[in-house]
């Protein structure tokens, strides 16, 4: 069935608000979900097929998140008939290769433990001794992250004399293919090129750390310097400091002062009057029917 000349129309839970539109035969960008915008397109499910002439009306969703699980409904509408069919979208999401950690035992048994985050649903871990044998793991533990992702846990006891290396693999039923692993060699006591989470990383991210706990202890140790400075400086000047030589005096009906470092008057004992800084914030004042004031310079 050609479906160029007919309305398609992808949505969720509201008819009125679509996730695509296709209508007068072109998509429209309006309406439209907030969240779908410029995320789908409509594409044909094969590579051989001619889209919508051929009556493929699928769509492509970019850019997947754990939001986008669920129901979805394919609406398809002529002025002769209409069609619509729903479906349910799962989101799986790989997690990080695990991180291994070596501890001896009283006995002198080597406890090996495995740790992998950011992974839906659950997955499943296997623990491997060589290239052949099986493990059963010591225990076993999945939590529930902050972002909705599980985080699994394991950890196996060996002999140290073993000369095998260990591995732990995380992957999820459905994608088995795309697991990650991780080995280390229970002689060396080292990982092996097969993980990319190498103590070599763990170390770099300890160290740049700590040199950022230490910029952040410099700097506010710096800035305390300054406060104080600004503090000795303030005190000379509400000892009476002169910070302005010219005065002279003009007739004035009106004067405005606005909050911030304004200008402040002073008497000497002479009745002169003078220019000092005052750092205290003020509001507006207005003084009226003034018949001299001084102009600072």
């Given at each position: 069935?050609?479906?160029?000349?007919?309305?398609?129309?992808?949505?969720?839970?509201?008819?009125?608000?679509?996730?695509?539109?296709?209508?007068?035969?072109?998509?429209?960008?309006?309406?439209?979900?907030?969240?779908?915008?410029?995320?789908?397109?409509?594409?044909?499910?094969?590579?051989?097929s001619s889209g919508l002439k051929q009556g493929d009306v699928s769509i492509r969703i970019d850019h997947v998140n754990l939001q986008d699980t669920g129901k979805y409904v394919c609406y398809v509408s002529s002025s002769q008939h209409y069609e619509s069919e729903a479906m349910y979208l799962k989101v799986e999401v790989i997690?990080?290769?695990?991180?291994?950690?070596?501890?001896?035992?009283?006995?002198?048994?080597?406890?090996?433990?495995?740790?992998?985050?950011?992974?839906?649903?659950?997955?499943?871990?296997?623990?491997?001794?060589?290239?052949?044998e099986t493990l059963q793991p010591g225990g076993l533990?999945?939590?529930?992250?902050?972002?909705?992702?599980?985080?699994?846990?394991?950890?196996?006891?060996?002999?140290?004399?073993?000369?095998?290396?260990?591995?732990?693999?995380?992957?999820?039923p459905s994608m088995k293919e795309?697991?990650?692993?991780?080995?280390?060699?229970?002689?060396?006591?080292?990982?092996t090129t097969d993980s990319s989470a190498s103590p070599w990383m763990i170390a770099f991210i300890i160290a740049l750390l700590a040199i950022i706990a230490l910029v952040t202890t410099m700097v506010l140790h710096l800035r305390k310097i300054k406060m104080k400075k600004e503090e000795v400086?303030?005190?000379?000047?509400?000892e009476g400091i002169p910070l302005v030589k010219k005065v002279e005096s003009h007739p004035l009906t009106e004067v405005d002062f606005i909050r911030?470092?304004?200008?402040?008057?002073?008497?000497?004992?002479d009745m002169k009057v003078h220019a000092g800084i005052s750092h205290v914030f003020t509001y507006n004042c207005i003084i009226l029917h003034t018949t001299a004031l001084p102009s600072i310079y």
């Open positions: 069935m050609d479906a160029e000349g007919m309305d398609v129309r992808w949505y969720r839970s509201d008819y009125n608000k679509p996730l695509l539109l296709y209508r007068n035969r072109k998509v429209q960008s309006s309406p439209q979900m907030e969240q779908y915008l410029n995320r789908t397109t409509l594409m044909p499910r094969e590579p051989t997690g990080a290769p695990p991180i291994l950690s070596l501890s001896r035992t009283e006995d002198d048994q080597v406890k090996v433990s495995c740790i992998s985050t950011g992974w839906l649903p659950a997955p499943q871990l296997h623990w491997s001794l060589g290239a052949q533990t999945h939590s529930p992250e902050a972002d909705g992702l599980f985080s699994v846990q394991s950890w196996v006891v060996c002999p140290s004399s073993e000369s095998q290396w260990i591995s732990c693999s995380v992957f999820l795309d697991k990650k692993e991780a080995r280390v060699d229970l002689q060396m006591d080292s990982f400086a303030l005190g000379k000047q509400e911030g470092e304004s200008p402040e008057l002073a008497y000497s004992e």
